[in-house]
């Protein structure tokens, strides 16, 4: 998996990384998942980035591009057929 | 406005694709060298539709032409922000994603869909397009320029994104071979 632009986030990251990969394989791919459980480990991860993009700036400009993005959620949230 | 659109059929199984489809930046893949990090920002997992909805911000490098750097700012990271949408039961990726930096000059939406392949069995449909578009004030000529100069970057990175994820694919079946391989080797061995 590739790096986090935040050097001091990688371990907690990968770490999250190898959980999501394993239990989207094993149990989302396969339609046995009813929860997300890896949260744990991204919650841990999540605070360190939510630290670095406030330092570096960039969370001013990722709300503008979540407003942006509305119509895909409307759109693509809807389940196929 | 520039528009681009291709498809592309992966020889691979819809499970593997969108399973590597995570990891394609990773470091078996030479051909992402402009791709510096990948962080996910957000995951859910709609309890009704199961639907995975993910957001990830994308931080690139990539060279650009003098006369543009100067329009733009010479700063060569440049960062994208992508939503997913897996639908598991449909077998169904939906990407898209768009630039952050820059945008007040320059929109490049882009949409990549997954699905199992309708031509071969165990094969994976691969389908995207962008919309390029200059908003900067000025010539004509200077936005026809830039859109076109954009839409060659983006071309470019399509092919070699193609490729990366084509090795990035066939990796990912060899080691996942072995270790199938060295699990029957110890069943066999204890068994014996």
Not at chain 1, 21 to 44: G, I, M, V
Not at chain 2, 53 to 77: A, H
Request: net charge neutral.
């Amino acid at each position: 998996m590739s790096a986090s632009l935040a050097p001091e986030c990688n371990d907690v990251k990968e770490r999250y990384d190898t959980c999501f990969l394993k239990w989207y394989s094993e149990k989302y791919l396969r339609n046995t998942a009813t929860t997300d459980e890896c949260e744990p480990l991204f919650r841990q991860y999540k605070t360190c980035l939510t630290k670095a993009l406030k330092e570096r700036g960039i969370d001013q400009m990722l709300e503008d591009a979540k407003a942006d993005n509305k119509e895909n959620d409307a759109e693509y949230m809807k389940p196929v057929g | 406005m520039r528009i681009f659109a291709s498809q592309h059929e992966f020889a691979y199984s819809w499970e593997e694709v969108s399973t590597n489809n995570w990891r394609k930046y990773c470091a078996h893949n030479d051909k992402a060298s402009h791709v510096l990090a990948v962080d996910t920002l957000s995951r859910s997992l709609d309890a009704t539709t199961h639907i995975l909805r993910t957001e990830r911000l994308i931080t690139c490098r990539q060279s650009m032409p003098q006369w543009v750097k100067r329009i733009m700012g010479s700063d060569d990271t440049s960062y994208v922000y992508e939503v997913s949408y897996v639908d598991a039961q449909a077998k169904r990726v939906t990407m898209c994603s768009q630039n952050m930096t820059w945008s007040e000059l320059l929109q490049v939406q882009e949409k990549v869909v997954y699905t199992p392949s309708v031509e071969a069995e165990g094969h994976t449909r691969f389908e995207q397009s962008a919309r390029i578009i200059a908003l900067c004030g000025g010539w004509q000529k200077i936005k026809n320029s830039i859109e076109e100069i954009s839409l060659e970057r983006f071309r470019q990175n399509a092919a070699k994104g193609r490729e990366g994820f084509e090795r990035v694919l066939e990796i990912s079946r060899q080691v996942f071979a072995q270790q199938r391989e060295e699990a029957r080797q110890q069943r066999e061995g204890v068994a014996a």
